[in-house]
DNA sequence: TATTGTTATACTCTATAACTATA
DNA sequence: TATAGTTATAGAGTATAACAATA
């Protein structure tokens, strides 16, 4: 059988996504560019707006003071050149400092500014809502189902426990 | 309470992802870091590889010729003009041809090309291996749950029924 | 010899706005 | 006045490779 169509289609309802259709991978790319764009519509204007990696990193500098780049760089799933230049970036916005460790001089040790200390505890609670916010009209249950699995997921490609 | 570690971590197992461990939408992101990357791997040098949305256009012009690049534009998340630079590419490549509606000569209608058709019928298994594969650690049953939820919020959100 | 971080490059995606042509 | 598609531009992310300094 061939699921071609005899005449084109003129509304997205008469088009099937052919085998996309069963991809989980498909889904997960489309969600992506959703929620991304929505959650940045809610961050618009705070300096951590736009891409992923910002938001990670200032959570992470901010719980764990003198956290090294290359371990963000294993969290958020970039090398180390493109955390370098996330780092950089942060630095000049006045998020984050930069200090040379002194048991290690190749190692940097990250730390939080007040500025950022201060995004960071503004954006805790925008980014948890947006989350919910944007999966609203799938129920709790569900949500928690979705994460549970996505976080195993995450947890293995990351390598940790 | 603090969750602030009172020395620098030196491992990720050392570390606490603050409130994205539990935020679904950090999860999505992360993920289609790791899927996208992933399937470019396994599509490398194929034309289609690299980026949201080659994949998808390919499919559904083969499968709806005629189809016009609004139609994918609102499948795929993007707006007209990067849709159109999309299509340009993928004429380029000799992938499809675009010609102009003789009913409404504003609207194209696009159609694949014998080499398109070939790539098509080329990627279709790999696309769905790449999916099965990258998430073969997540039971079948888990993986069905999960792209149960995922398509119906992504139906919801492109405005299918 | 491996690790940490830097630099350079080339490519792609993203968002926006202004534009043409047609309905 | 709304729709389909184009063009231009600026900002961001991505991948790769080569590099310096240190362990």
Redo the contacts with the bound molecule.
């Keep these: 059988m061939d699921a071609r169509s005899k005449t084109p289609p003129t509304s997205i309802t008469e088009v099937t996504l052919d085998v996309l259709e069963d991809t989980l991978s498909f889904y997960i790319r489309t969600m992506n ?1 959703a929620v991304s ?1 929505d959650l ?1 519509d809610k961050l618009e204007g705070l300096d951590v707006a ?5 938001i990670t990193t200032l959570l992470l500098v901010d719980s764990h003071p003198g956290i ?3 371990i963000i760089a294993e969290l958020i799933l ?5 955390t ?6 942060m630095e000049d916005h006045g998020l984050i400092t ?1 200090r040379q460790s002194s048991t ?5 040790e990250l730390y939080i500014t007040e500025k950022g200390a201060a995004l960071a505890a503004r954006i805790r609670p925008l980014v948890t809502e947006q989350s919910r916010d944007f999966f609203k009209f799938i129920s709790p249950e569900e949500q928690q189902q979705l994460m549970d699995i996505l976080k195993r997921a995450y947890r293995r490609i990351v390598g940790l426990p």
Excluded at 50 to 54: M, P
Excluded at 104 to 108: A, E, F, G, P, W
């Design positions: 560019i764009r940045d736009k891409g992923t990696g910002k090294r780049p290359s970039r090398d180390r050149s493109a370098g230049r996330l780092m950089e970036q930069r290690d001089s190749r190692v940097q």
